[in-house]
């Protein structure tokens, strides 16, 4: 399959909720799909809705790769810590066309549950 | 990033549950983000069931910012109480491209839910 | 608002579960939004693994309303009953520009859990 | 109705939880809608983060049927076993327009919860 997808993605629904239960961790993740031959080089930017935005935080998604990326870890997004309880959103730029897919598990107040949608691409 | 998005956005299933629990109040969010170096000045309208729309409810996204306009909150619709229990929709007209995604949580019946979706834009 | 959307919408994913709970039944929705200025006529189509496609069923959205049309109320689908734990898919077509979005409430197993999209439209 | 979607759609968020509660298999199906009047000769690829796609997996939807392949069923996908516990993302592309809505029901952890989407097409 040839690259396919868009250059550039927008997930305004982001939020990682403070609490946790079930033993398992509440948190988001950025779905990235790259099916091109190609690695695909990313870059995040967060935006909140009472100061700047933060990024870019540039991540490498290889070629024929998925990659899941968890939003909850820092290590993983060159050492920004997002805060939680607070709502952000964030864009997804790319050099090789790839596919965002968003979603958060929420284990707060004792629940478990999901929710997810494809970003706006462009 | 430039401005990004669509001036016309688009969501059928609007629906402010009666009851919560957990100590979270049902609730749903339009999530709006502006990635545009302008502020983004938006319009609600709410359509109804059986009886005439409501609106425009005017807002202002400022410029790279989002906000997650809690649709229970009257205070933030310029007085405009969303009835609970009650099935709506709603539009988001802008006059600078923005992105849109529509969340629910359901807390009644002693449940707590997420759905999500992006809106329709154009 | 002039009209806006689109005339053909898509849902591959329609379950009804068996099982209630909550006191709240099993049921899904096609949320539809009108816009415009003219009633819109819609035909809905109802699609299966191993059967023959079902309708057209035939409703009217009014003008500058929203109609969320219970899928497991035979009475609105002109005495269409779907049968419940089957999985089926749904088109809707109009002959004003609408928009659809799909969405599912599952209280069998004594849970309670909500999903919602965007339909496909062309 | 004419035949209308895409020949390829995108899913980026797989993954088959390990767990299981309430009697019901945690699982995901993607949900294909085939509306037109030839059957669909679909093709999954499936995507890994560290490893090799794998794929073709060859399936046929009949005209003017929907099939809602579950994705935790090996006989199915034509003895590909996908793994439990390990992000994962597909696409399928089809040699007539079909529409794809991917969901995931998730019973771990003793809870009960659903997710979906459209998925991305070109």
Chains 1, 2, 3, 4 share one sequence.
């Not at 398992?24 to 790259?34: D, F, K, P, R, Y």
């Not at 993983?76 to 090789?96: F, M, N, Q």
Request: glycine residues 8%; aromatic residues 10%.
């Amino acid at each position: 399959m040839t690259s396919s997808g868009k250059l550039r993605w927008f997930v305004p629904d982001g939020y990682l909720p403070r609490e946790s239960s079930h033993g398992i961790e509440s948190h988001e993740a950025a779905c990235l799909l790259n099916v091109s031959g190609a690695d695909a080089h990313v870059a995040f930017t967060f935006y909140f809705e009472d100061r700047d935005p933060i990024g870019p935080v540039e991540l490498t998604v290889s070629a024929l790769r998925t990659w899941h990326v968890r939003l909850d870890d820092s290590a993983i997004l060159g050492g920004v810590e997002l805060p939680r309880g607070v709502p952000y959103a964030y864009t997804v730029t790319s050099d090789v066309p790839i596919v965002l897919q968003h979603s958060r598990l929420d284990t707060s107040a004792g629940a478990y549950t999901l929710f997810t949608t494809l970003a706006y691409g462009e």
